[in-house]
């Protein structure tokens, strides 16, 4: 079952302690897709400048993404750039020059409208909400979000959150969203609001998911180097939505095994720089990671 993508499409300059990148693929909807098809096809939608190689995006292709939706403008490609610290949970923005995607008007293509599944990538409310316009009747819309469009858009993203199954997004975010000190508070506030399911992601200390029915924590998977954090919330969540399109939906146990197998997709995305971990992964990596994590976890 395919997926449908809306987000950022970008490149990225980061630097962390072991080495650095210039230009590197990034952006929201990239990483999404480059984890989510290892389980089943994506669509993508986004906008890159004239400035972009379309040939970088050849492994996406042939890893099952449909790039129709990537809309080539007048003008550069957005650019991010980053320095971590050693500590990887800490980084500093160095610049942020949105260029074509400060003007990103998500049109979806025809043959992506009736996708039975949408993750609304980080981008604004008001466009997750034009998106929404677009798409029919979706059987799961999935939201991620950033405490930019909590601050400045709460509104919108209220109206987004009342329209949408599951939302995933970070214990910062959801505090700043509710109000509420304690997690379960939060997200308890968030569920009335109409939503089946929240995933919240912890970093290094793992992922809880939260229904009305109970709670999921989840480790994180150890690795050994965090090369670049950059993109594995985006990765998670690929693993995440990927893996209920391709096993039928949200029932309890596919809830459960969404989450270790968003937990494992970002566990490689971290090992390099950009997308490139994501890039040669097999069904047999997976696979044995995830018996790895199930060892360790089961007592």
Known sequence: MSILVVGSTALDSVETAYGKVEDALGGSAFFFG????????????GVVGEDFDLGQLDFLKAQ????????????????????Y?????????????????????????ESYRDAKYVFLANITPALQLQVLEQVHQPDLI?????????????????????????????????GDLTGEVSLFGGAQKLLSEGLKAIVVKKGQHGA???????????????????VD?????????????????????????NLRQAVI????????????????????????????????????TRF
């Open 34 to 45: 480059a984890a989510a098809s290892h389980f089943t096809p994506v669509n993508l939608v």
């Open 261 to 296: 197998q968003g937990t494992v997709v970002a566990s490689f995305s971290v090992e390099d720089f950009s997308l490139n971990r994501l890039k040669g992964l097999t069904k047999g990596d997976l696979e044995k990671r995830t018996a790895h994590f199930r060892e360790l």
């Open 85 to 109: 610290h050693k500590d990887v949970n800490k980084r500093d923005t160095l610049f942020t020059e949105l260029n074509v995607f400060e003007n990103f008007n998500p049109q979806i293509p």
């Open 229 to 253: 954090p950059t993109g594995a919330g985006d990765s998670f969540a690929g693993g995440f939505v990927g893996y209920l399109a391709a096993n039928g939906g949200v029932s309890p146990e």
């Open 208 to 226: 809880v998911l939260i229904t009305p029915s109970g709670m999921f924590l989840a480790s994180a998977y150890p690795v050994e180097k965090v």
């Open 142 to 174: 999935v939201l991620d979000t950033m405490n930019l469009w909590i601050n400045i858009a709460r509104e919108d993203l209220m109206e987004v959150i009342r329209k949408v199954d599951i939302m995933i997004l970070n214990d910062e975010e959801l």
């Open 64 to 83: 099952g993404c449909d790039l129709a939706g990537i809309a080539v403008e007048k003008g550069r490609t957005f650019r991010w750039g980053g320095k």
